[in-house]
Structures are given as C-alpha cells and as structure tokens.
C-alpha cells in the first residue's frame, strides 16, 4: 500500500536571502535580486548582471564548517539551506545559533535517505584559462597536450577539481546530517531539483525509506557558465535596467536571468512524521515526469512533454483538472511556472497548462518568481516548491513581476506585478510547480493543504 508523504521541514538560500520568511515577504512584495555581477568581472559580457546570492556565510548555518572547509559554492548553499530545513522540521540539533545535527532516537539513520538534484560545482577558471593559454600553440592553431598538463598539473588544486564533482554535494550532507539512507544524485537540467523530490517521495511510498532530505543546489554565475547561455542566446541583454530583464509571459522578454542558489526539504512518511510529533507544513500528492523525445535545444511545440508530466501528477493526485472543486474553483488553486522568461518556454508552457485545464486554465493562477530571484538552474524547482508551500501556508501567491506588455501568445493569469490575496476565496489548498530541464525533461510536484 502507498504511504502518504508530507513536508516537515523546509530551507534554502536564494538571492533575496536566506530565512523562508522573510525572502517570502520580499517576493510578495516584489523585489527584485538581480543586479551586476560581482563574482568576477563581467564588464565585457553582453549579459553582465545576475541575481547572485550575497552576504552568505556557511558559518552562519553550521557550527562546525571544517568537514567542509574546501566544498564548492554550490555544496555550501546546500549545507545551509539542509541544516535550516532540519532545524524547521524539529529534528534533533545542537541548540543556540550554530547548527549541528545530533542522533535523534525518533529517526533511524539508515532510513533516511538523500536526493539531490545538484549541479557541477565552480569551475576553476583562473587555473583553467591559464593552463589552456600555457597549451594552446598559435603557430598551428593546436593544443600540446603536454604542456597543457604540465601547467594544469601545477596550477590546478586537486582538492577543488574534485569538489566539481556533481556527487560531492550528496557526501557533504550525508556526512553533515548522518543520512545512510538511500542516496542519488541527478543532473536533468532545469527539472533536476523537481524530479529529486519527486523521486524521493516515491521512495518513501514504496517503502525504501521513512524520511528523505531532498532538494538541489547550483551557481553558474562564472564566466564559462555565463558564457555557455550568452553562446546560446538564452540569457537576458537587456543591460539598461537589469531589475526589470526577468520578464516572463511579457511580449518583450528576451531571455532568462542567470540566479544561484539550493532549496532543501524534508520529506517524511506521514505515521513517521506523526510518531515523532512533527508539524507538517504540506503533503505530496502528486508527481509526473516525462521527455519530451523533441530535441535537444527545442521544446515540443504543443507542450506534449509538458501535458504528459502535469496529467500524471493530477491523476496521483486524484485532481480532474477539467472539472470544477465543490467550492466551484478549479481542482487546482495556484501553479509556480517555470516561467523562465524565454520567448519559446513561456509560450509553450502557457499551452500546455490551456491543454490540461481546457475552459478551466484561465481562472488558475500561474505566474513565475523567476522574475524577482532569476533562475537557479538545478536548484529553481525546490525553491519554487517552497514558494507553494508558503502560498498554501498564507493565502498569498507571488506575483510575475516586470510584466507590463502581456505576450497574446501567454493570455492566462499571471498574477501581474502584484501579489494577490486569496484568502477571502477559500485560501490556497492544492498548488502544481512545474520544472522543465534544457533536453526535454518535464517534471511536476503536486501539494495539498495537510488535513488529518
């Protein structure tokens, strides 16, 4: 028999800051993190701003950082956003304002398990570039593999080309939080973060685990990352006013906005959870994933990919998204977009939601926090999870800021520039958060109000 699944404890680090609370009231209020890098020096890149992650400290999160004192950025903001969802969910810690998790006699070790969807870690570049340069052979256009690694060999710290490893990040937090559960890591893109959570409460329902600490973490904002999306056109140019150059659902967006970070949950079997007396903050009801099996650059025009990945969630959920609730509102009461701000994503999502909702897809609120926080690449679906579990805690769902010139193409409620209050209608009972990863992964989560 399924198991039921709940969230307990919830945390992550984004670049409105790092409390759940308080980067909550920011995004209701609309404000925006994007601005020019400072992370290196961007001046010559056609896309020179980003929403980084600032005044981040691991100290602040752990009381003891020397297991991880030569962890890549990504692995840190991990860290801190785990020990923040541990400490949420009333798992046992080291009181005061350091944080260590200690043995909890209501938690097996070896039932609880890890799933992340992490990126690579920060390349090296100074040492990168400057080994490349030593190799490069100008005469004949040509690299001498040699000299290349003779000057890698001296240049390159081992202990950081190891902590690029996308795996690293799943080893600091097992080490930090003592999960001997089950343990993966994937890498599907955009969707990453989404399908780890996913995947991880399908993990509990079979059986394999009582509880998961799940989510996913990333930067890209370094030159080559940054380099990579300009090379693809995918990024925002709009230099003039960066605040404004996340514009998704807007006829004039051109692009996404590079952002960084890690959303972290706790998963719990709900009689687990129970047994040990903890709060939950919502429960998992649903998760569909798919391929697109399109191509690689592009979506499948229709949102076929998409549909397949949100009808799969709704019937676990047992959701007929056609067919009105009692209360006459549509089964679901709020869906986080992917909503990166890119002409092709914006207008295929919007299709694919009018192709799952039909008559009902216009009266959905569906609108993108990626116009205030970036995109965090691997680490945007568990922070845009979070974002629904606070709609459904408070009643409020987060506006689609910057949107002044609505796309024809994207004609649903996107929540424009403000966010709105639902409480008198009933608040917020059932969200849907889409992820949908460069390659044609599609992933969706589906949360309910937690009743009984």
């Known amino acids: 028999m399924s198991r039921r699944v709940v969230i307990t404890g919830q945390g992550w680090v984004t670049p409105l800051g790092h409390d759940v609370d308080a980067v909550w009231s920011r995004l209701l209020a609309g404000d925006s993190a994007v601005g020019p890098v400072t992370r290196f020096d961007a001046r010559a890149f056609s896309t020179n701003f980003a929403a980084e992650v600032r005044d981040f400290d691991l100290a602040r999160a752990l009381a003891d950082t020397t297991p991880h004192g030569h962890a890549a950025l990504n692995t840190r903001f991990a860290l801190a956003a785990a020990a923040r969802a541990w400490r949420s969910a009333g798992l046992a810690c080291e009181p005061g304002p350091g944080f260590r998790a200690l043995p909890d006699k209501a938690v097996d070790p070896r039932r609880m398990g890890l799933y992340l969807g992490s990126g690579e870690g920060p390349v090296d570049t100074d040492a990168y570039f400057r080994a490349n340069l030593a190799g490069w052979k100008a005469a004949d256009r040509s690299l001498d593999a040699g000299a290349w690694a003779e000057a890698a060999y001296r240049l390159m710290d081992p202990r950081r080309e190891v902590e690029q490893e996308p795996n690293l990040c799943l080893t600091h ?240 409620d996107h929540v424009p520039n403000q966010a709105r209050d639902l409480r008198a209608q009933g608040g917020v009972g059932v969200c849907l958060s889409n992820s949908f990863g460069f390659g044609g992964q599609n992933n969706t989560l589906c949360i309910r109000k937690f009743e009984g």
């Open 173 to 412: 937090l097992a080490r930090a939080f003592g999960c001997r559960g089950p343990a993966f890591n994937c890498m599907t893109a955009c969707a990453a973060s989404t399908q780890a959570i996913g995947e991880a409460v399908e993990i509990i329902r079979r059986g394999d685990a009582d509880a998961m600490l799940a989510g996913g973490a990333h930067t890209m904002i370094h030159p080559l990352g940054m380099t990579g999306f300009i090379r693809l056109t995918a990024m925002s140019g709009d230099r003039d006013d960066p605040t404004t150059a996340a514009r998704p659902f807007d006829q004039t967006r051109d692009g996404f906005v590079m952002g960084e970070g890690a959303g972290v949950v706790i998963l719990e079997d709900l009689a687990h959870a129970k047994a040990r007396g903890a709060g939950v903050l919502a429960e998992v009801v649903g998760y569909g994933s798919s391929a697109d099996a399109f191509r690689i650059t592009d979506i499948q025009p229709d949102g076929r990919g998409a549909q397949a990945a949100m009808l799969h969630c709704l019937r676990q959920a047992g959701i007929n998204p056609r067919e009105p609730g009692p209360d006459g509102r549509p089964g679901v009461h709020y869906i986080s977009a992917h909503g990166t701000g890119t002409k092709e994503n914006d207008r295929i999502e919007t299709i694919a939601v009018k192709g799952v909702f039909g008559p009902l897809a216009p009266k959905v609120p569906f609108s993108s926090v990626k116009s205030m926080l970036g995109h965090l690449i691997q680490a945007a679906g568990a922070v845009e999870l979070i974002t629904c579990v606070q709609a459904i805690r408070t009643g409020f769902v987060p506006p689609t800021m910057n949107l002044r010139s609505p796309d024809p193409d994207c004609d649903l």
